[in-house]
């Protein structure tokens, strides 16, 4: 069985010039670098499935979050990334596998191994790594399909907890 591709919040409020100052990501280099990927892994065969985070558009949730608020612009899957399937699932949280249409898709297609590109590698990339892991599924965060704002002492944290997980990294080319 081949992998699937998950996409995870490659979205505006994190990569377009209005975003917040805290979203400091590299848009065009980690934007070509999804782009590679989800034509990779389309040309063999491979679902390419897109995640984004979503957050209720309620007057406590603007203040507190100001990003990824249902029905915004902000909240759109990012102009620049390529769309090549109809897949595409909201989550409310880190783990992706918590939207329950997605994991019945993930299931009933019988993917045994999930690999996971996007933002951030210490949030939902992480979150849902774990979760593929606790859910019996082999998960493979992409290094170069995948960046984080956090610092570095956060990181290899985050990674020692993947790795102890059972969550492997690798270098797609």
Same mark, same amino acid.
Request: glycine share 6%; with cysteine.
């Given at each position: 069985?081949?992998?699937?591709?998950?996409?995870?919040?490659?979205?505006?409020?994190?990569?377009? &010039?209005?975003?917040?100052?805290?979203?400091?990501?590299?848009?065009?280099?980690?934007?070509?670098?999804?782009?590679?990927?989800?034509?990779?892994?389309?040309?063999?065969?491979?679902?390419?499935?897109?995640?984004?985070?979503?957050?209720?558009?309620?007057?406590?949730?603007?203040?507190?979050?100001?990003?990824?608020?249902?029905?915004?612009?902000?909240? &759109?899957?990012?102009?620049?990334?390529?769309?090549?399937?109809?897949?595409?699932?909201?989550?409310?949280?880190?783990?992706?596998?918590?939207?329950?249409?997605?994991?019945?898709?993930?299931?009933?297609?019988?993917?045994?191994?999930?690999?996971?590109?996007?933002?951030?590698?210490?949030?939902?990339?992480?979150?849902?790594?774990?979760?593929?892991?606790?859910?019996?599924?082999?998960?493979?965060?992409?290094?170069?399909?995948?960046?984080?704002?956090?610092?570095?002492?956060?990181? &290899?944290?985050?990674?020692?907890?993947?790795?102890?997980?059972?969550?492997?990294?690798?270098?797609?080319?």
């Amino acid at each position: 069985m081949k992998p699937a591709l998950l996409v995870i919040d490659m979205q505006n409020d994190y990569l377009y &010039e209005k975003r917040k100052p805290k979203f400091s990501y590299d848009t065009p280099a980690l934007v070509a670098s999804v782009n590679k990927l989800i034509h990779k892994y389309h040309d063999d065969g491979c679902d390419v499935i897109y995640i984004r985070h979503i957050i209720q558009n309620l007057p406590t949730n603007r203040l507190l979050f100001g990003f990824s608020i249902a029905s915004t612009e902000g909240a &759109e899957l990012y102009s620049g990334l390529d769309i090549v399937s109809d897949f595409c699932f909201d989550k409310l949280f880190g783990d992706a596998l918590t939207n329950k249409e997605l994991l019945a898709m993930v299931q009933k297609k019988g993917y045994d191994t999930l690999h996971i590109c996007g933002l951030d590698e210490c949030g939902c990339v992480a979150s849902t790594a774990l979760g593929a892991s606790k859910r019996g599924f082999c998960a493979k965060i992409i290094r170069n399909g995948t960046t984080s704002v956090f610092p570095d002492k956060k990181i &290899e944290k985050v990674r020692k907890k993947l790795e102890k997980a059972g969550v492997t990294f690798i270098d797609v080319l």
